[in-house]
Structure formats: C-alpha cells, structure tokens
C-alpha cells in the first residue's frame, strides 16, 4: 500500500484488505480468550476435586484419634496423634489463606476494570463471613457483593452456571464469586465476563509501569507464594525423631535459606539444575540430622512446584516472572494464571497431609455386624425435662466371645501393672459379644472400672474401660396438709427428697425464714424470727444432669409461736402426790407435755405459796431448784394440804424470759 500512485478503486480495494484483517486478528483473539475462559473453568473444576480429596486426608485425622481414644489408648499414643492432627489443621488453614489470597487478587483485577476506585483492603476477611460467622466480615462481604451485583459485570444467560438455578434467598448471592462451607472463595464462569479482553488492568495492578518499579500486589503475590512454601515445608519437616538407638532424639529443622530460587526454570536443563540443587541441600540436611530421611521426597516435590523463578524469556528479553504473567496479559488469561497457581497450592497441600497422615498409625480392627445403639447418661426424667438421647452404630465381631474384667468402685486397679491388680476383687464375665452384664450395688454413686479383651490382628490385647451409675432408694412421702406449720425463733427440722435426683445435687431455698443444712443425717432447718410474720415459703431445686436448676416444689407454711409449756414439779402438774415423795424433789421443770415438739424450756424462777401459824405465806426462788425455806416449810404441811408452785418463769429458744399463767396445785396425801 506504500508504493506507486494507486487508483481510487486501488485504495479502496487496500483499505478492504486492512478491514478483512483486522476481522481476522479479532476473530482469533476472541478464540484465544474464549480459551482461557474454558481453561479457567476446567481448573476451577478441578481444584474443587482436590479440596474434596484434602478435606477427606483431614477427616481422617479425626477419625483415627477417636478410634484411639475409644479403644483406650494410653495418654502418650493420643498426644501424638493429636499434634499430628494439629500440624496438619495447620497446613490446611494456611493453604486456604494462601488459596484465598489468589482468588481475592483475581477478584481485585476483574471487579478493578469495571470499578477503579476499589481497594484489595475491601476482600480482607470476607471468608470469616462463612467460618465464622462474623458479623463484621458479614457487613464487609455484603457491600462487596452488593458493589458487584450493581456492576452488571457478568450476564446471567442460559450458558452460566446460575442459570435457573434458586439462590436469590442468599444474601451473599452474585454472579462473579461463592464461598463455600470450608471457607474457600471461589471464581464463578467467566463466559459472560464484559470485560475479557482487558489488557490494561493486570499490566497496572500486578505487573507496574517498569521492571524497575513492579506494582505493590504483584511483589505482594510472590513474596506470599515464597512464604507459604517456606512455612508449608517448615510444618512437615521442623519436628524431633522417635527416640534412635542409644535414647538419642533429633530436632529436625530444615533451613530453607539455603536454596535460593533460580533465574530461570524455562527449559529442561534450568529445571534439572535447581532439581540437583535441591537434593544435594537435602542430603547436606540430612547428614547433618536436620531433616527426617522420610520427609525428604516431599520437601523436594514442594520446593520444585512452589518456586517461582525470578526472571522470564519474552521474545528474546529478559522478563521479571510478575511481567512475564501479567505485563499487557488479558484480564482472563491473568486469572488463569492465578487459578493454575491455586491448583499447585493444593496440590503440594496434599502431598504435605498425606507425609504427616502417614505418621499416625493405628491398629485396624475385625468387624462382621453393626448395630444401632440407643442411650443416654440417664433413664430418668422429670415431666419438663428432656433426655439428651445419642443413637450411634456399634461395629464388632460377633464370632468372638465377649471378655470383661472389672473392679466396683475401684478405679486406680486400670493403672497397676497386671502383677499388682487386686484379683480377689476383681470380677469377670465371658459371654457373647453384646451380652448385657448384670450389676446392682448399695444406693450412692458407682463407678465401674475394668478391660474388655480385643483382637488386633489376631492377637489379644486388653483396653480399658469405666461406667458410672447410681443407684437410688425407692422412696414415698406423705404429709398432713394441715400441719405445715413453722414455729417461731425455733429450729424447725425439714426432711427433703426430690426422686430422679442425687442428694448433693438437692437444694432447699427459704422467703420469710432462714435455712440451713442439710446435717449429716440429711436435716435442714428453718428458722422464722419476724413475729409479724403469719406465712412462709419452703423451695426445692435441683441440678439436673446437663447442670440447669429445676425448682421442684413450692410450699407454703404457716407461721405460729411454739406452744407454752407446762410446770412440773416431781413429775406432776397437779392431782395428788404423797408427802414423802414432795420432800424428795428440789426442782421445778417446765416441759410441752405431750407435744412431739422436743424444745428445752429452763425456769428461772418461781413462788411457793403455803401457810404459817394459820396465816399465808409465799417464798421464792431466783432458778429452778426449791429454797431451804420451801423445803422446811413442805415438810410442815399435813396430809390433805395443798403444795402451791405459781409465778413460773420460763425461758425458751430465742432466750426471752416468760411467765406461765398457770401453776402447780398438789395435794399431798
């Protein structure tokens, strides 16, 4: 088109040719996007499949420690495995931070090209929204998801993965991202993506204006990348050995400064040489008992996946590796880019938990039926309470015979060695696997503690086991309506029992009167000092076994004076009494009589009226006992005459003195 003079018609048929190969160039470049588009899709597929594999590697960690615990296994097999299960709780949440940082970088550049003016400070946290339910990180993912709903950046037609679909009940619902139950972001199809053909956004956010000055996330992203493979290797190789011959015990820790990361890893000679210098650095380590020989495939396989190399070949240039990414990259191919990445990370998660995973070994047992099995810490509840029933399956071997040894109340038995266990005590039973085992005992707690005999590959070994129960006394109560009476200024002796519960577990509440107990022989008392008061109330809790208090009667009392109580002088309060017997008693007593009641009423003092030369007299007394006078002067009374006690004063339980208003008068025969 540049040379000669053309005709009109010439140049028109020029500028036709340049239209029809500027088509061309479009149509190709929108297959090429098109194709990280599906391989975007392909590798969020696939990464989903490895997450499901490492969540089953997690789960068993837990499944072999409670395999563990339930066949008893001793203290120190449980603490090892518990920290294996801990280091790779660890590798698992650090490779979902390293997961979510990717995809939170991913979601930062394809919402940035619709909306320049977020931050990546604005995806901090928005994964606790699901985890943890926290109510911050909820506020912070609503606006995020609300800011990319009002975008428009994606079409919901017929081909995306919403299509059809019912979520609109989800808050947190949006076309562009999900997060799911565990807590890993996800990037939804980009099929309908508006903005597929930027080349902008990534070149500005990740890569920068020069190999001198490399955007702030793109330096970010790698020195993140170099961390975790550092602190994943960190978690699998720093540990101390089992114990070697001569009670030696290494602590392993590899030093990850020694491999520095190469320049390039374009061709096969780059990645054989930083390969030969990782094995010999891990052979240094291990002759220098600073990295577990068994650990070493997996240190290799990590450190030649997650390092990046520092430079790229780019049409004969020399690249930084964040350049050769993202420099002038459409925004789908950069998250293509992150989303291969995010597939190493899990993968080189999976290698970690299976080194560590293969670190817990635990026996395997022969199971042939299973069985459901239905209990609960109690059969016995209280209308208004609920029993915590657990329905589980119960796998065992139905050909073996069920073996027990066990002690009654006699727990320390499951830490002697078999020579020091007390045998005459001990009790046995062989039946069939399943067989219910007969017990009873006194009423009170019970604990029993013993082994059941199983079979671990063929050969029998004996695993600890305990059962608490109690055992109650049938009992019944009956009481007269009308005489739930409290007496006043008196220690009012109140039998409790509350069936269902324990004893300790019992507890009597007064209003309007002060209780205390119960005494060793399980008597409360209640005491009432208002003498205004006419009516009290008794309460009784209890603690059920998940530990709430249960009020379980509410009685009402009335309040009354404790009765007066009669003078007694040598057994009588009056009638006749011979003389003999009047000259042998000295004191004068005051008791209820007849009254259940057993309350201790002292006198105090007391006048004896009799006569004289014909003519009345009186004598007193300050205490309970008769005067030499009222003596002399008893013996001077003929048969027939009277004995008079009167002005009794008495003093009761709360120490007031009273006066009877009645006396003693005795005829002495």
Partial sequence: MGGGKETPRQK???????VLMALLAMNVSKEIINAFVTLNNKLESSIEQVESFNTGLSDEFATKLATLKATGAPREELERVEFHKNTNDSIVSLTRHMCNDL??????????????SITFEEFDGIEDAIVKDDADAKAKLKALVDRVNGLGLIAVDEHHELHGEETDHDEFHNPLFHIDELGYIHIRDLSTYSKKDDY???????AGPSFEEIAPEGLELMENLHHYRNDLIALIANHASDTLEGGIVYQYEFDTSLIQDPDFLITEGDRKAFE???????????????????????????????????????????YPWIFGQFDHAPIVAASAVMTSVRSDVLQVQTLAS????????????????????????????????????????AAYDSSEAMELKYWVDDTAQLSKSESERDL??????????????GITGSVGDHILAGFIAVKEKGVKKWKPWKFNYSVGAPNAAISAADLQVLYLNWNNRIRVSASGYKPESIKLIGKGCSVKGPDSKGYYTANVTNVRAKEAKLIVTGIDDKGKSNELANETFRIFPLPKPTAYFAGKAGGNLKKVNAVSYSTIAAKLGDSPLNVPYEVVGFSMYTTKNGSPITYKSK??????????????????GNLTFTAVDVKGPSGKVKRLESGIVIKLI
């Fill in 354 to 393: 299976q080194l560590v995973s293969s670190r817990v070994k635990v026996q395997s047992f022969n199971f042939n039926k299973i069985d459901p099995l239905a209990f609960s810490s109690t059969s016995y509840i209280n209308q208004g309470d609920s029993l915590g029933l657990r329905v589980m399956i």
């Fill in 200 to 206: 902008d956004t990534p070149t500005r956010l990740l």
């Fill in 276 to 318: 030969k210098l990782v094995d010999s650095v891990i052979k240094f380590e291990i002759d220098e008992h600073k990295l577990d020989p068994a650990d070493a495939e997996a240190v290799r396989n990590i450190y030649t996946r997650m390092t990046i190399p520092k430079k790229v070949m780019n049409h004969g240039e020399e």
């Fill in 103 to 116: 995809v939170k970088r991913n979601l930062f550049l394809l919402i940035s090209a619709a909306d320049p």
């Fill in 12 to 18: 028109m048929v020029g500028l036709m040719y340049l």
């Fill in 623 to 640: 205490n309970n006992r008769l005067t030499t006078p009222m003596k002399q002067a008893i013996r001077k009374i003929p048969k027939g």
């Fill in 424 to 437: 005459d005590k001990m009790e046995t039973f062989k039946g069939r696997a399943g067989q219910s085992v």
